[in-house]
């Protein structure tokens, strides 16, 4: 298992198609964010298959739940999502699914507020004109 690293602010600076910047520490790939009670634990994760599903979404399943879990899908949303909604639904999980651009920034703002939230995103490509 990766190393997680804890910090009390993991804002994303970057992102590209191979990984994320946060809290000026760069993690390869998918990233997930968890647990705002202790310190936020940040680390690389390798996802299930090409797309977020449920074996992905364990990993915020342990006590004390997020109130949101901000979902970074990659470049664009392909389609709705519907199965990933009713997976959030059935393991009691509420969830943002955004393309990888709009949940770096929802994710910064909403840590910002002092939110309870976590995160869990795919790299994209990051737009050239573009800012997190």
Known sequence: MPKTHYTATPMITAY???GF????????????VVGAEQGFG?????LQGDAIGAADLQLFCQPPLPHLIVLGVGEAMTHPFYDLR???GEL???????????ACRA???L???GRKVA?????????ATREV
């Open 86 to 88: 009713n997976t959030l």
């Open 16 to 18: 590209d198609q191979d």
């Open 119 to 127: 995160l869990l995103a795919r790299p994209a490509k990051r737009p």
């Open 111 to 113: 840590l910002s507020e």
């Open 21 to 32: 910047v946060i809290d000026n520490v760069r993690f390869g790939g998918a990233v997930a």
């Open 92 to 102: 009691g999980l509420s969830g943002e699914i955004l393309p990888t651009s709009a």
């Open 42 to 46: 940040v680390r690389a994760v390798a």
């Open 107 to 109: 994710w910064n703002l």
